[in-house]
């Protein structure tokens, strides 16, 4: 079946760091691919997305780039902010038996230092 | 105007207790979720509704059972709450089911604590 595998947190930086927050995927089909923030007491909120393959998908300063050959979706940002700290969730949607669905990762905590 | 909205945002009650969270979507969207997210962040899929019709019913106790009364509501009923049942739950919604339709916009969470 399909799955996403986040990097395990915490994830600590401080201020003005590079980001990386690696993701890979298993999908039986072509699925589009996105990332959702979820700041504390909230709910989750779609960050970026990408639908094909070598797609980047960008906001807010974040990238992530749909590589098909890696089956990736790796989360940057180049100079990270404390109101980056929040929990970060890899996902993506797929046909599989049943439907589509959509499979979450475990989500990945970051915390930015002043 | 707050697009998708979740009622209580705090339920603390006892075991044994019969709950329900309401859940609203004023974004015109065809599609509701359900979601259990745990203290480590987890978040699992319980239940999908696609135009009123169930689509997506995972594992999941049938002490649970949602009901969708039109296409902008999707309601979560639990009987017999249990301590495991203590978790936030989130209702999301997104304009169609699957692939780039399926960009889903949450709730802010009900607290739900089963003492």
């Known amino acids: 079946g399909d799955s996403v595998t986040q990097m395990e947190g915490p994830v600590t930086l401080s201020e003005e760091a590079f980001l990386t927050i690696n993701c890979t995927y298993t999908?039986?089909?072509?699925?589009?691919l996105f990332w959702y923030v979820q700041y504390p007491g909230e709910g989750l909120q779609l960050l970026l997305k990408?639908?094909?393959?070598?797609d980047k998908g960008s906001n807010k300063g974040f990238e992530a780039t749909y590589r098909k050959e890696t089956t990736s979706f790796h989360l940057e940002k180049g100079s990270v902010q404390v109101s980056d700290s929040a929990v970060y969730f890899c996902?993506?949607?797929?046909?599989?038996?049943?439907?589509?669905?959509?499979?979450f990762g475990a989500g990945t905590r970051l915390f930015v230092k002043a | 105007d707050t697009a998708v909205s979740q009622t209580p945002k705090y339920l603390v009650t006892q075991m044994g207790n019969d709950k329900s969270i309401k859940c609203e979507q004023n974004l015109g969207h065809d599609t509701m979720y359900w979601y259990k997210q745990d203290s480590k962040k987890f978040l699992k899929i319980m239940f999908s509704?696609?135009?009123?019709?169930?689509?997506i019913n995972e594992t999941v106790p049938n002490r649970f059972s949602p009901k969708s009364p039109d296409k902008a509501h999707l309601n979560l009923h639990i009987n017999s709450l249990e301590l495991g049942d203590s978790a936030v739950y989130f209702c999301a919604s997104s304009q169609g089911y699957g692939g780039p339709y399926n960009e889903q916009f949450f709730g802010p969470g009900t607290r739900l604590t089963v003492l």
């Open positions: 990408a639908t094909k393959a070598d």
């Open positions: 996902a993506l949607s797929d046909l599989g038996t049943g439907g589509f669905k959509t499979i």
């Open positions: 999908a039986t089909g072509y699925p589009s």
């Open positions: 509704y696609n135009n009123k019709e169930l689509i």
